[in-house]
T-cell receptor
């Protein structure tokens, strides 16, 4: 079974609007971490936001927030007030327990329209 | 502080040739990993290391060898390149495995095997 599933291969959003990128995960480990990364066309991987499995509140980092629904095993990324520079691939990832193993989803390509 | 560096940026090999992808980090991180990124599949873990002298296999280790003789360096060796190894390779490092100890990624190596 896939550890991380991103069901939206591509999405469009109008500049200044909010957008939600979906991510579901699969693990039986009670301790895990969820990460979102941005990959612009230049290719580098940029860390955006983290949510721990025991965190009570949803994580926020500037315009990024993570909608964490533990019972549904979902960790959706919300980008508020989209900007043209947000156009990129976005990857959801999970680390199980305290292991140096990250599992990545297949990514969502976000296009922000002016 | 250069972060994670990878060389070369681009490489073309013929089937059966061998080569080593170099990765170095100057952040004194214990944990290092190698990933490959194929279109539509996100990043997949090849090998990882939790410290000098300690390595382990990830999801897709076949055809690749690694060693970790120093904290700073984590080279990836292709002993006999195959067209199926055409991909973009990322090296990553992290300080720890707790909480939001995220990985820092190198710029990637684009490898083509003919």
């Amino acid at each position: 079974a896939q550890k991380i599933t991103q069901t939206q291969p591509g999405m469009f959003v109008q500049e200044k609007e909010a957008v939600t990128l979906d991510c579901t995960y699969d693990t039986s480990d009670p301790s895990y971490g969820l990460f979102w990364y941005k990959q612009p066309s230049s290719g580098e991987m940029i860390f955006l936001i983290y949510q721990g499995s025991y965190d009570q509140q949803n994580a926020t980092e500037g315009r990024y927030s993570l909608n964490f629904q533990k019972a549904r095993k979902s960790a959706n990324l919300v980008i508020s007030a989209s900007q043209l520079g947000d156009s990129a691939m976005y990857f959801c990832a999970m680390r199980e327990g305290n292991f140096n193993k990250f599992y990545f989803g297949s990514g969502t390509k976000l296009n922000v329209k002016p | 502080n250069a972060g994670v560096t990878q060389t070369p940026k681009f490489q073309v090999l013929k089937t059966g040739q061998s080569m080593t992808l170099q990765c170095a980090q100057d952040m004194n991180h214990e944990y290092m990993s190698w990933y490959r990124q194929d279109p539509g599949m996100g990043l997949r873990l090849i090998h990882y290391s939790v410290g000098a002298g300690i390595t382990d296999q990830g999801e897709v280790p076949n055809g690749y060898n690694v060693s970790r003789s120093t904290t700073e360096d984590f080279p990836l060796r292709l002993l006999s390149a195959a067209p199926s190894q055409t991909s973009v390779y990322f090296c990553a490092s992290s300080y720890g495995l707790a909480g939001q100890d995220t990985q820092y990624f190198g710029p990637g190596t684009r490898l083509t095997v003919l």
